[in-house]
Structure formats: C-alpha cells, structure tokens
C-alpha cells in the first residue's frame, strides 16, 4: 500500500534522480584523478623511494628496522607497495604481492653498485618496480616499491573514499531530507484537496480546501472549492423554488378552498354573490395555472428543452397586434400608448408564439408599474445587424442595487405587494431565456421614480 502511495513513488523518484547524479559525478571526478594520477605518479615514483630510503637510511645502517605503522606511512607517502628486502631476497618489513615472484623482478645487479637505481619494469602489464638499494645494519639491502595502474587506483579510491564520503553521505541525508520535504508538500497538497472532497460528501458542506496555489495541483484546489461552491448554491436555488413555488402555490390554494367552503355553507345568498365567489375562484384557479405554466417554462429553458419554432416574423406587425391586445388594459388605466416603427428592416427569425410572452410580459409590467394617465412606449429601430424594441414606462422604476436581481427566478422588488397586483417572479427570467434562445438579449435601464426601459435586441433578417 505504501509503496504504490503517491508520496512513496515521488520519494524513490526524486532519490533515485539524486542517487544517480552523484554517482556520474563521483565516477567523473574519479576518473579524471585517475588519469592524471597514473601519468604523474610514473615518472615520480623514483623521487619518491629515494626520498623514503634516506629517511631511513640511517636508522636501517643502525639496524633499526622501521615498525608496521611507519612501514604503512611510508608504502602511502610512496604510493606503492613496498618492502624491504636484504640482500638473500628475505623480506624485512612491508608485504609483497603474492603473485610477484622473486624470479619476476631480477635486481641482484643493483646491489653490487649501492648508488645506482634500478628502475625495472616487471613482466606483469602496468607495472613498475623501483628498487633503491640500502644497507641494514653493515650488509646490502633494498626498498623495493612495486606500483601497478590497480594500486593507483586502490590509492585513489582509498583518498576519495575518505575525502568524497563524508560529505557524499551528507549529501545523501541532505537530499533525502529535501525529497521527503517536496514529496510530502505535494501529497500533502492532494490529500488535503481528497479530504475537503470526503469531507464534502459526509455532508459538511462548508469544507473547503486551503491547497489553492498557482500551480496545477492548486488550480485542481481552487476547482474543488468553486464546484463546492456552486453545489451548494444549486441546492440553495432548489430549496428556494421549492419554498417560493409552495408559497406561490399556497396562497390561491386557500383562497378557492376557503371560498368553496363559504359557498358550502351558503354564505351567496343571490345568483349575483354566488357568481362573484365563482368568479374569485376562477381567478385563483387562474393564477395557479399560469403559475404551473410559467414554472414549466422556467425549467424547459434552464434544461435547454424548450422548443423554438424557427419562423420568419414581421416584427412590425407583431408589435401592431400587441397595441391591440392591450388596448382595453390601456383604457382601464387610462395610459397612452406611443408605438412608433422607425426601420424598414423587420424581419426576424424565429417562435412569433415566444415572442408575444416575452411582449405579454414587458407590456403588462408596464402597464402594471406605470401611473395612471403617463405613457408607455413601444418603438422598433436598428442597429448595424440587429433589430431594436424598446418598451418603456414612466412608473416608479427600480433602483440600480435591486436590477441585477430582477432577473433571478421568483424574485420581487416590492415583496410586500399583494400576489394579485404583481406576478410570481418569473415572467423577466423566462423573457431573457426566450431571447437568448432565439440569439437576442433582453437589458434594463430604469432610474427610481423616472421609469423603466426594457431594451430588446435581435438579428435582423432580410
Ligand atoms: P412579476 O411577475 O412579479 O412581474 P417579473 O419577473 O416580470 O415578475 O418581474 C420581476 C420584478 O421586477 C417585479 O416584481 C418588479 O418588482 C420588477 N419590475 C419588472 N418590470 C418593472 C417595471 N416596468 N417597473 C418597475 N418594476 C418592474
């Protein structure tokens, strides 16, 4: 299980990346300390035993043969193997290699002319042998030092080993520790984001993550937090319909319920009460219908699956018809109505059924909100490609803050006004549906107390 964990796979990753560019450096370094070794330490090897034979010349003419320790210093300073030797060939002090054989290296010459040096080179490939005759104790003997390309390499191993160990460790330890660090950051990260997400799910909605860094696993944080965000707000939309839409549904309910008890218990005493009780419920009846209607609407254009006749409607003409419809709402209220065409495009495409709600709705808000005996205007114009409605009303306007909100399912600027008088919220929302489903846009100006401009836009056809 930890070895599949994400954290795990980064660790090993990164130390592996680590592990395996200092060893390319180290074999780097250790071969060109090599290569400069062998070539120098050839031509230095005489200087070298001759240095370490005076050294001990005088004590060997004494007798005293250095110890082991001494013998270890000097072979180092050398670099080399080396022994001692007398002159039967016995050796002294220092060790030589098992498989060089007396035989191998021939410096019994050497010894009959004590101040010469004999630098032979062995029958064993890469190897050097340097003897320095002495004398021990009156009678003739020899260091001999034996260097091949392995010791070299054996010494420098031995140096490097000493001198890259200790911090190549700390290297090792220190890039452990840096791994482990950019490992769990960014496990950490994710498990944050995993647990916010699970802790989501248990039902504590409020959880949010707090992994929202500019790079891609903060980008993946910052995506949790909006879905959560929008999850909740669909949910709030969803209780908030269901509330309004009970609400709604509440109040015409109880009234024909009401009514129709009072009509049971025979409260018309006439033909013309009971046909005003009857008419009460109709309206009610009414209102509930057009309210199921409405919220049919609402959610077939949130779902995308409202049907859209594709028409070709005479704009001009639909507004004429509209001036029509209204004119005995007009009448009632005594309000003027300016409709004025000032293009000759007027052609548009698309449902003529649609489009007279989306004008039901403007005309009958105006008419609704505007005062009594002002006008209310109905002009189509251009502009560039597009074919322009303006329906405006001289009545109490909206102010800036509440215009953004108009548009949201249910919503009213004045909560307090009586159902009967107002709609139920939804008739702006299904208008700006129905325009942006047929390729237009719906916008508002209003200024409080002044009016309010609903502004229509629609390609124009030819
Ligand atoms: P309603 O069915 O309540 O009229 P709408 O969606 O058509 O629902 O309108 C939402 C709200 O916008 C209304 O309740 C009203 O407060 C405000 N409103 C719409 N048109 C006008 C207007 N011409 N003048 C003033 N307020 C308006």
Not at 118 to 130: G, K, P, R, Y
Not at 184 to 194: E, G, H, M, N, V
Not at 304 to 317: N, S
Not at 381 to 395: A, H, I, K, P, Y
């Amino acid at each position: 299980m930890i070895v599949r964990s994400i954290f795990f796979r980064q660790l090993l990753s990164h130390m592996a990346v680590i592990v395996f560019m200092a060893l390319t450096l180290s074999c780097s370094v250790l071969y060109f300390v090599y290569q400069g070794n062998l070539v120098e330490r050839e031509g230095d090897l005489v200087v070298r035993v001759n240095n370490i034979a005076a050294f001990f010349m005088e004590d060997l003419k004494s007798g005293y043969i250095p110890d082991t320790r001494e013998w270890q210093l000097a072979s180092d300073a050398v670099g080399a193997v080396l022994w001692l030797e007398d002159d039967s060939g016995q050796i002294i002090q220092g060790l030589r290699p098992n498989y060089l054989k007396p035989e191998s290296y021939n410096v019994s010459k050497s010894l009959t002319n004590p101040k010469s040096q004999i630098v032979l080179s062995s029958e064993i490939q890469n190897a050097v042998i340097v003897s320095v005759p002495v004398t021990i104790k009156e009678k003739p003997g020899q260091i001999i030092a034996y260097y091949t390309s392995e010791s070299i390499l054996h010494l420098i191993l031995g140096r490097v080993a000493r001198f890259i160990f200790f911090p190549f460790s700390i290297g090792i330890v220190a890039a452990f520790l840096l791994a482990m660090l950019l490992s769990r950051k960014l496990t950490q990260s994710i498990a944050d984001i995993a647990s916010a997400a699970k802790r989501f799910s248990a039902g504590y909605y409020a959880s949010r993550t707090h992994t929202t860094g500019n790079d891609e696993i903060g980008a993946l944080g910052k995506t949790f937090n909006d879905m959560a965000d929008a999850i909740l707000r669909n949910q709030q939309t969803r209780r908030d319909f269901f509330a309004n839409v009970s609400h709604e549904l509440k109040t015409p309910l109880s009234c024909v319920k009401a009514t129709t008890e009072a009509l049971l218990d025979g409260i018309a005493t006439n033909d013309q009460e009971r046909t005003h009780y009857l008419e009460r419920i109709l309206a009610e009846t009414d209102r509930m219908s057009r309210l199921v209607h409405d919220i049919t609407d609402a959610e077939q254009l949130e779902s995308g699956k409202m049907f859209m006749k594709q028409e070709r409607i005479d704009l001009a003409t639909l507004l004429i018809n509209q001036a029509d419809k209204i004119e005995p709402l007009l009448k009632k209220k005594s309000l003027s109505l300016l409709l004025r065409v000032e293009t000759d495009k007027r052609y548009i495409v698309g449902d003529a059924g649609r489009f007279e709600q989306v004008f039901d709705n403007l005309l009958s808000n105006a008419i609704r909100y505007a005062p009594a005996g002002s006008h209310i205007g109905l002009i189509l114009t251009e502009e560039n490609e597009w074919l322009r409605v303006c329906v405006s009303d001289q009545g109490e306007g909206i102010a800036e803050e509440e215009l953004p909100l108009i548009w949201e399912r249910f919503y009213r600027v004045d909560k307090s006004r009586d159902r009967s008088a107002g709609g139920s919220g939804l008739g702006l929302p299904i208008s700006r549906g129905i325009m942006e489903a047929m390729g237009g846009t719906i916008t508002v100006q209003s200024k409080k107390g002044k009016g309010t401009t609903f502004l229509i836009r629609i390609p124009w056809q030819q």
